[in-house]
């Protein structure tokens, strides 16, 4: 059974202000990073087999902050890059809820080839990493697509936490959603008393 442990990266200022990154390079602010380092803490203990990222920076510098316990060779696959928002990157909210309700933007990336390039991601990690424990530090927008693909129940997009972590197992040919959107790890979080997923053996 194939096992991956989806990080979302911490904040940056982007997200702070409600801005849409998608795949404009914005780096971790200093609460992105002290969430990357609470992920640390709570992964560290496990005995993961691999860790991937994208080469978008907030994802990169998680994923190395992360690493600084874990000593793995840092993997960068763009299948899990963020979806391209084409005109909507950079827009504020309040703007794109005005011009764009359907949120769907001109030069866009397709539902379709998002999908198709997470499928074909997630394929590539099962057939190098059968039956091991990996991490993969990815977007929201990324995570939200696999939740929609793999939950049992029907998921529409939800907001995920920056640092939030999202758990799904490969058995009996397919992918499988164990635990999504867990944040109990991150300090900003704990009055939630969320119960802990068994990363050991989920």
């Not at 979302?8 to 990073?33: A, S």
């Not at 860790?51 to 902050?65: C, G, H, M, N, V």
């Not at 316990?69 to 928002?85: A, G, N, Q, T, W």
């Not at 029907?154 to 009996?172: A, P, R, W, Y």
């Amino acid at each position: 059974m194939t096992q991956i442990c989806l990080v979302r990266h911490g904040q940056t200022e982007w997200n702070l202000l409600g801005k849409l990154q998608g795949q404009t390079d914005i780096p971790l602010n200093e609460t992105g990073k002290f969430q990357a380092e609470e992920c640390r803490e709570y992964l560290k203990d496990v005995n993961w087999d691999a860790l991937i990222t994208t080469s978008l920076k907030r994802a990169r510098q998680t994923a190395e902050i992360i690493n600084k316990e874990l000593h793995l060779p840092i993997i960068v696959m763009d299948h899990f890059i963020e979806r391209y928002f084409g005109v909507g990157e950079g827009m504020i909210r309040r703007k794109r809820e005005k011009e764009y309700p359907d949120f769907i933007f001109p030069e866009m990336e397709s539902q379709d080839d998002l999908f198709k390039r997470i499928d074909e991601g997630l394929k590539v990690v099962n057939q190098e990493f059968h039956n091991h424990k990996v991490l993969i530090v990815a977007h929201g927008a990324v995570i939200n697509a696999i939740l929609s693909r793999f939950h049992k129940g029907k998921l529409d997009s939800i907001k995920l936490f920056n640092g939030c972590l999202t758990n799904i197992q490969f058995e009996h040919n397919e992918w499988k959603v164990h635990d999504f959107n867990f944040v109990n790890h991150l300090s900003e979080h704990k009055d939630k008393n969320i119960q802990a997923p068994p990363l050991k053996d989920f």
